[in-house]
Each structure stands twice: as C-alpha cells, then as structure tokens.
C-alpha cells in the first residue's frame, strides 16, 4: 500500500538582502495511510510552508511529494483530500449549510449526495442549529467549527488541518479529539499541525518535529515520551528538614494538594529519595514514576536542535 504522504529532499528557498533563506530544508520523511500524524516546531520551523507545498499553495524550489501514491496536482488524488489552512477566509453571506454545499460543488458531489453530508457534517461539528445562520455571525470557534466541516465534506482519505483547535474552547478541542478518532476509525490519515502539545498527545500515534526548515526527528510518540526521572509522591509526615533535603537532592520539586513531583537528574537518584523518606520516619504511601510529558520532550529536543 502506497503511503498516505511521501516527502523525499523536499526544499524551499527564498531569496533575500542577507542572501538565501530555506524555510523547508531537504525534507524527507513518511506517513502511513490510516494514522493520526502530528507535526510539530516552534513558530517559523517551516510547518506551515510544508503544508501549503503540499496543497500546491506554493511550489518546492527542489525536491518532490506524492500524496496517496499520486504525484502532488493529481487531480484523482485531490478529489480524496481535504485541507483546513491556519488562517481561513470564508464566505461571510453564506450560510453554514449553504457554505457546504459551494464546497461539496467544487469536490464535483451530486445533488443528493451533497445534502445528505452536509447533514452529517453539520452533525458532526456540532453547528446543526446554526444551519441556517449566515457565516458573518458566527464567533470564532464556530469559524474553526465550519472550516472543519468544509475539509470533511467530501468523506477524505487524507485531511490535512493546520492548527485545528486553535480557536476551540476545552468542550470545543474535546469534540475535536472524538472527531479525529471517528475518521481515524474509518481509515482515514489526518496530518496536524498543531502548537498544542497537549492535543497531540492525546491524538497523534507518531509525530515529527521540525525546527528552522529542517527535520529534527519522526517518532513514534510513546517512545518519545518514554518514562523520565520524575516521581508522583504521596507521604505523611514529611518534616520541613526532610524537605530541604528532597530539594537538594532533585532538579525540580512541585508541590500540590499534599502530593510532590520529584525531578532528579538521574535514574539512580529515585532509589535513594525513597530511602530517604522512609528512614526519616515519614509514612510513604505513593512513589509512582511519570512519563516525560510531550512538552518536555519538544523542548529538549528543540533546544538540542539549536545547540
């Protein structure tokens, strides 16, 4: 099965007063058919640029990308494609359900075709009794809501969304997480772009990261977030001179409703934390060690990168 996305020395270049700049640089990596993928890096690392290649919004200055096993502008894989951008412009004096259907038109869907999913997806993005409203109304999380719908109207196989939960409220980024699983279920690849780390987690099964054009790693993201050396530590009896002594020990202590997160720099060191409390008397009763979130993996990662 050909891949869902297939990126080989993809380049952009621009030129500038201070010479050549390359917002995508000699890129190359997978994503399989099927998956939820994230791509990730700080503001200017060339995500957006990637995307918008991909979509024939610009052109590579080297390289190449199949989509769906078709080279990019292939109109049969078009029509399988749908496409959230970052920032949307939408037709304001349309209505919702009106808007769809401009969409499922340019997607070539017949009439009764068109009216049955524009139903579905109204349903789906949570808009159903907002049909009827003109877009110029909606707020911006229903904008979010409607541009969604429009990347779905035609039933993708591969849906590309650019910061997708920007805009979203938590009940609005929960709907969107239910939402990506459905169409994950129904075997279609979703590649996000998305500066909510905490999201992707909760999503994505690989992501990759980039920084200042380049690739920095593609991985599977359980292996990325793998366990660390911090513990959740729940005790009775912890004496202030314990505490000076957890503080000297760790790298980083946090405390919250009578639990501490310890931080130490090395594996080792947990051994002897918990030691410690117990020969000071104090009751432990939870010393449960917790993953490296996403965020602290992007980070390190990032600034690796910038080293």
């Known amino acids: 099965m ?18 050549e700049v390359r917002a995508v640089d000699w890129l190359s990596f997978r994503v ?3 998956e939820v993928f994230g791509f990730l890096g700080p503001n200017g690392a060339g995500k957006t640029t990637t995307v918008q290649i991909l979509m024939q919004v610009i052109f590579p200055t080297s390289g190449s990308a199949r989509l769906l096993g078709k080279p990019l502008g292939d109109l049969e894989s078009r029509s399988q494609i749908g496409y959230l951008p970052e920032l949307c412009q939408f037709h304001s004096h349309l209505r919702a359900d009106e808007f769809l259907d401009f969409h499922g038109r340019l997607y070539g869907m017949p009439a009764g075709a068109r009216r049955k999913r524009i139903d579905e997806v109204l349903e789906l993005v949570g808009l159903s009794e907002n049909r009827k409203s003109r877009i110029r109304t909606f707020s911006k999380g229903m904008m979010q ?11 993708p ?3 590309f969304l650019d910061e ?7 009940m609005g980024r929960r709907d ?23 999201e992707v987690e909760m999503t994505c099964a690989r992501v990759g990261i980039m920084n200042r054009g380049k690739l920095v790693q593609v991985s599977d993201l359980k292996s990325m977030i793998k366990p660390g050396h911090t513990v959740e530590i729940r005790a009775a009896g912890i004496t202030d001179r314990v505490m000076e002594q957890i503080r000297d020990l760790a790298k980083r202590v946090q405390q919250d409703d009578g639990c501490l997160m310890v931080t130490v720099d090395k594996e080792e060191l947990l051994s002897h934390l918990a030691r410690m409390i117990m020969e000071s008397g104090a009751n432990l009763m939870e010393f449960t060690p917790r993953q490296m979130p996403l965020e602290e993996a992007f980070l390190q990662l990032i600034q690796e990168s910038d080293a």
């Open 157 to 159: 196989r591969l849906l």
């Open 176 to 198: 969107m997480r239910d939402l990506l699983m459905s169409l994950k279920d129904r075997g279609t690849t979703v590649f996000m772009n998305s500066h909510l780390l905490s």
């Open 145 to 155: 809501r409607i541009g969604i719908g429009q990347a779905i109207i035609n039933n």
């Open 2 to 19: 050909a891949a869902a996305v297939e990126i080989e020395g993809l380049t952009k270049s621009y030129g500038s007063s201070d010479g």
């Open 32 to 34: 399989e058919q099927g």
């Open 164 to 170: 997708p939960a920007s805009a979203l409220d938590p």
